[in-house]
């Protein structure tokens, strides 16, 4: 039987502020709309067709959540008929920021699987382990 060790790690505070941002990422789409808004205003239209595969009732549910949130900012113009514009906060730029660090790791990541799984096996079965 394994002897289970107490952790010497503090636990983290009741409101993680890690746990907040990582809820808010986490969120349907949340990093696909913050990536398309990294380069600046898009329009409601614009980010429907930029995200593929969300309906426009999720992605008006999630920029809702997103401008709740402080990350985007929403302005309407009056234009005929008016438009909806989406920006990012100076706290939703932050959070380009940190997506861009996520999908270089992630980019890593991929490489160091395709690395991994491409080397030959240094026995191909158990059978052969066995017979060596």
């Excluded at 002897?3 to 790690?9: A, G, L, P, Y």
């Amino acid at each position: 039987m394994v002897k289970r060790r107490k952790s010497k790690v503090q636990p983290p505070p009741a409101e993680c502020p890690l746990r907040l941002c990582m809820k808010l990422l986490a969120g349907a789409w949340t990093p696909d709309v913050i990536w398309y808004l990294r380069e600046g205003e898009r329009c409601f239209t614009e980010l429907e067709n930029d995200v593929r595969g969300v309906s426009a009732k999720m992605l008006t549910t999630r920029l809702r959540r997103l401008e709740r949130d402080g990350v985007l900012e929403r302005v309407t113009r009056q234009t005929s008929p008016p438009t909806v514009w989406y920006g990012l906060t100076p706290l939703g730029q932050e959070l380009v920021k940190a997506l861009a660090v996520v999908v270089d790791i992630g980019h890593r990541l991929k490489r160091e699987t395709e690395t991994r799984n491409s080397r030959a096996p240094l026995y191909a079965t158990t059978a052969e382990r066995v017979t060596s």
